[in-house]
């Protein structure tokens, strides 16, 4: 048989019927399920008198509009912002009428569904697993063709258990050698965007590769899978080793004894053959990468910390050019000025990109013993769930943070996408660990730049944005 | 599904690449449960001067005099021209939602962002991919004459109002069948109930964990 990529196999794995025109009917194993984009599924499924195919291949958790203050105890009622609470209610009430296994708010395993389906061990090695959320990318981390989807698709896989799919084309990027200290997943993952550029990876899924991404932990594969999307491409995969199989034994959902020996030696097939043909390589040398900074608008606008904000006047395409200079009139830089002269006002350690247990013992190492500067308006830590946090709290992490001047917060989405009452004040400058920083994505008119957990460690005790490899 | 067989109208450019579904639809307006309602939020933060939130009275709010959608005649456009991967980020259709309820019928681009463009199929909005020359071309003639109405017939594949010019535009069958009759894909999809279940009776041999 031809060499084919992993990417190959689980297309094929999951295909149930080939169409003429190159699309396929694609079986899905899992679905996540959030409060934001499952109401108008569920009620799409109501009007046409519908039941889901396999509830037992979903699983629900309100994180968005959850909020991060208060005790979690009063459960849906905790929610002061009543369309927030509507909207969780309906999620919770959809679960009931659907019978479909949902971690509420008082549950202590709710947190971001990218957190918490690898952490339930609901995702697993050679699946497909779809969410109406398109950071599902994150998953592809265990070797699962893992994609985000919109919400009528979301309806159709509760229906169906399948989607209506055409295959992307094969892209690898491989990271050749070592990171050096203090270069983390998040700064690989920025250079590749940097490189490659937002569109660089649309209609292809990317496969990670190389001993950078293999000496990698599970929660690096993730954070480096998480933001596939930000360079385009709907799945990000690296293949199955062993660290993917211990990362997995044991947790809820896994499979137990013989079966998990049976599967393993299934999912240690989940590798692209050698030779496999891909239609794009990318290579980068992982010595090269330093820890990065975004200074626009977009997840490419970004450079080394020890460099300066480009120029829009050296760049030669028009429309680039003009999308630069509009990305520095809203983040109120100019060119030419050093990175590390950037003041910030707030710092926001979370997200489904940076919210798991590394995360927050990376930036904990950073802090420890010092205090944020006294110019950092806030500075918070939100744990990905709340298994997180209690593990965070049993290291003692979270007293490191408060000693320093963070608020150590409940598991939700936050300031990420600030759909609840974490949010930017127009012209706030962020050093954030999340994915996005589009205009308004953390409050309207806010600044976010996008940085590794320990970068916006350091930059919160410095009050702007240091090299934390000297730091 | 509404159905998409032929559509004229008005061109309004959006010269700026990348725009987000953030931008589309800000993410306050995303806590409704509703499939309705996202018309007036349409490029909210773009749109107006001052911040919009759910349950404002939005005619009442200023509108942003130096955004093109603000702009006659390009506030009736039902086609929207737009740069390289339009549509980008998150998932969320509400951004169809709202582009469609805001009145287009069609995005014209050299690129889209994947979940976008499949978003907008399943709402009756077409997405159309042309050549960056092309879209060049088409903004120089919408800034040279706003207003210019194009006709776009998806039996055909083509645009015409570019003097004799007539474009042409490619979509997938399946695709093109289903916004031509406007149906619901759920349903076609259930024909198929059989094969759906004999892939998982192999799947449940094959690898047992799964289930
Ligand atoms: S943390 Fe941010 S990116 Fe991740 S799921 Fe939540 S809102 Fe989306």
Sequence with gaps: MAARTLYDKLWEMHVVRQEDDGTALLYIDRQLVHEVTSPQAFEGLRLAGRQPWRREAMLAVPDHNVPTLGRRDAGVEGIADPVSREQVATLDANCAEFKIVEFKMNDVRQGIVHVVGPEQGFTLPGMTIVCGDSHTSTHGAFGALAFGIGTSEVEHVMATQTLIQKKAKNMLVRVNGHVGPGVSAKDIILAIIGKIG???????????????????????????????????????????????????????????????????????????????????????????????????????????????????????????????????????????????????????????????????RAAAAVIKGRKKAASVKLAMVVPGSGLVKKQAEEEGLDKIFMEAGFEWREPGCSMCLAMNADRLEPGERCASTSNRNFEGRQGQGGRTHLVSPAMAAAAAIAGHFVDVRHF | MQAFTQHTGIVAPLDRPNVDTDAIIP??????????????????????????????????????????????????????????????????????????????????????????????????????????????????????????????????????????????????????????????????????????????????????WLF
């Design chain 1, 198 to 360: 937002t569109a660089g990876g649309t209609g292809y899924t990317i496969e990670f590769a190389g001993e950078a991404i293999e000496a990698l932990s599970m929660e690096g594969r993730m954070t480096l899978c998480n933001m596939a999307i930000e360079a385009g491409a709907r799945a990000g995969l690296v293949a199955v080793d062993e660290k993917t199989i211990e990362y997995v034994r044991g947790r809820p959902f896994a499979p137990k004894g013989e079966m998990f020996e049976r599967a393993a030696a299934a999912w240690r097939e989940l590798r692209s053959d050698p030779g496999a043909p891909f239609d794009r390589v990318v290579e980068l040398n992982a010595a090269d990468i330093v820890p990065q900074v975004t200074w626009g608008t977009s997840p490419e606008m970004v450079v080394p910390v020890t460099a300066v904000v480009p120029n829009p006047d050296q760049e030669s395409d028009p429309v680039k050019a003009n999308g630069m200079r509009k990305a520095l009139a809203y983040m109120g830089l100019s060119a030419n000025q050093p990175i590390e002269s950037i003041a910030i006002d707030k710092v926001f350690i979370g997200s489904c990109t940076n919210s798991r247990i590394e995360d927050i």
């Design chain 2, 27 to 208: 993410k306050q307006y995303l806590k409704s449960i509703h499939r309705t309602g996202f018309g007036p939020h349409a490029f909210d933060d773009w749109r107006y001067l001052e911040p919009g939130e759910p349950g404002m009275d939005h005619s009442k709010r200023k509108k942003n005099p130096d955004f093109v959608l603000n702009q006659p005649p390009f506030d009736r456009a039902t086609i929207l021209l737009a740069r390289e991967n339009f549509g980008c980020g998150s998932s969320r259709e509400h951004a169809v939602w709202a582009l469609d309820q805001f009145g287009f019928r069609a995005v014209i681009a050299p690129s889209f962002a994947d979940i976008f463009f499949n978003n907008s199929f399943k709402n009756g909005l077409l997405p159309i991919v042309l050549p960056s020359e092309t879209v060049d071309r088409l903004f120089q003639a919408v800034t040279a004459r706003p207003g210019l109405e194009l006709t776009i017939d998806l039996e055909s594949k083509t645009i015409r109002g570019l003097g004799d010019e007539v474009l042409t535009f490619d979509v997938d069958d399946f695709r093109r069948y289903c916004l031509l009759h406007g149906l619901d894909d759920i349903g076609l999809t259930l024909r198929h109930a059989d094969e759906i279940r004999a892939y998982e009776a192999r799947r449940k041999v094959e690898a047992p």
